[in-house]
DNA sequence: GCCCTCACGTGTTACGTATAACGTCCAGGG
DNA sequence: CCCTGGACGTTATACGTAACACGTGAGGGC
């Protein structure tokens, strides 16, 4: 039995220099281990993970402890996380899979979300899915990582479907801003988008406007289902108010071409655009003066999301703010709870605000 | 008592209530391990191992391995991916740090790197750096994990801060946009700022302006530092030619309020306005079109970054296209072949386009 | 007939950590 | 003088994977 050691060249000792795999020649430092922290601070690599883990109240001396972490400071040492993750089958690491990256409203639900994580020790990584219509990608591809639990906005439900079946199968699910009919998440987010709508609708029809356009998302998405939804059950009770639909992806020149196509369609011209969001309502804005008009004068516009750009535009856009960050916040409360092992409240939808702005005004008078 | 294999849940107090009314009780089903999918395949877990690690051409029997194939995909068995990295010492995957998450040029960044990653198998996370003047957060301890790389926009250099002596000291990283007299990474991407902003500045002396101004960014970062000293250089050649400067965080409003002070200064009028971004620029606008005056015929603005924002306001931005996209792919391409072991060659600013719209036109005749 | 090689696998170990299950020493009570 | 028990640590695993080192037979060259 030859128990001795043998030639057994561990992956971090860099000695042969034939292999071009990944991470050959880099004569990394070999970071110390918990062992080499408990070698120099002269105890069992038992003690030094209790008190660097603040488990040793009442296990370890006062002394001994301070030997331990002075030898860790020193030493320079950091705990592997992989062998941690390993040891505790957990990574107090959380996914946050967000449509696009460049949505404000998204940037804001991290804020919220990774402040509330922080608090609790946990991590909150990002994958946004793969823009437009590209092939959905496998989230767990980019995030090659044990993960805890998975946030998810109902925007990225393609690369959602990538979950079913990958890595993150039967993993702990927060849907955001999603169908409470579907089953699926453990917990839900929503915003009450349909009070949002509806009071934006009110809002025009207040004013005295008769022909609207609802100028709606070509992205499927619950979201934009609601928002339509809510549109017409206001529309009912009016009387002689028409809104007709056109849709377009949420970026400006779409915006611009569907408002344009809107706006000079067969019958009398539409008073009013009201936009799925403020990128479709930039667009809308720019149509409108491109045929000479003027916003509010000759066509009022609503925007949806109150982004920074409802306020870069001319005129500033009245819009509906959203509570992102609250949506992450709570978003990150509830997987927290979940992975808990409780059941988190349902919650009532989060309350939207209407935000009245420059772009909407009282219809121009009937010239018949 | 049945010690059940696979101590499924958290030990850690479970003790509680042993409720069963909501059926708090989750018990994962306790994915399949390696050894799994053996014993099913009538296997050892190595052949397993090999079979699933696509190396056992010439090791084992094409019937073992479809055999294991086969195991594999009944049980649906995954990787513990914590187990691996901890095995092989490294994750394939890499951070990319960014300043904030609602800049368009970092999403770009992202596509760009994402697509250069997944060719090589390695995934790409993100860390958003706090925003605005916050405590430097560790990154580290937002992505709790083992990472082998980062590359990081020298805008979030805050950021970076937290690396020297968190867990990530040491590893290699890529800048983007740095300065290349600093010493620290592996290797630098860089974009010919300079040659952008040299170009802007050319075009409105071209166009006959005399007076102007530099909007810069108040962000401290050599990104910014380089497009000043590029406007100095060209305006030094040419006479009678003044460029003041005044600075603002890259936000609209605050672009605004800085560009109102500029224009309503002490003397006459400046009639170019030259903005380190779109962000900025868009602001600008607004405080000329706030004084009564119009873009370009009274005042021009020049933008930077090409953002979708710049052909949102109106008129649409005169800016500097920036190839985002290659930057992230080459970021990640240079910290790919450091991961290698090698060293990757320097490479030459990559080029800008100066994209001329409708904010820019000759200056207003002088009526003095 | 013997050894060598090849095809096909298996036993074993180590990655670095957290923790359950054991000691050991010594003070103090019975 | 033994037993109890607290204070203080240590030993011994186990997490799931990858890869080295080592068998087996079967066939073939000499």
Redesign the interface.
Known sequence: MCAVRGSTMT??RTSSTDT?E?????E??ARPTSRDVARTAGVSQATVSLVLGDKWRGRVSERTAALVREAARTL?Y?P????R??R??????VLLVVP???N?F??RV??GA?GV??EHGV????Y?SP?GTGPA?DPF??????LDGVIASSMAAEALDAFR???G??LPLVMLDSDPAAPGPAARVNVDIEDGMRQVTRHLLDLGHRRMVHLASAVPSWTFDVRARAIAEVVRTAPDTTVTTVSAPL???AGRAAAERALTGPGPRPTALICDGD?LA??A??AV?GLGLRVPRDVSVTGFDDL??A????PELTTVGLPAERVGERGMTALLTVLD???PPPGAPLPVTLVLRASTAPPPPEDD
């Open positions: 992956p971090r071009t990944y991470g050959a020649m880099t990394r430092p320079g950091r592997n996380l992989a062998a993750n390993l505790l089958g957990r990574t107090r690491t696009a990256l460049t404000e998204f940037a991290y804020t990774a994580a922080a991590g909150v990584l990002l946004p823009a990608s591809a980019s995030a090659r990582h044990a079946g990958a890595d199968a039967d970026e400006v020149e990128v930039a667009g804005c720019k003066r920074a750009l306020r870069a535009v001319e092992g409780r059941i």
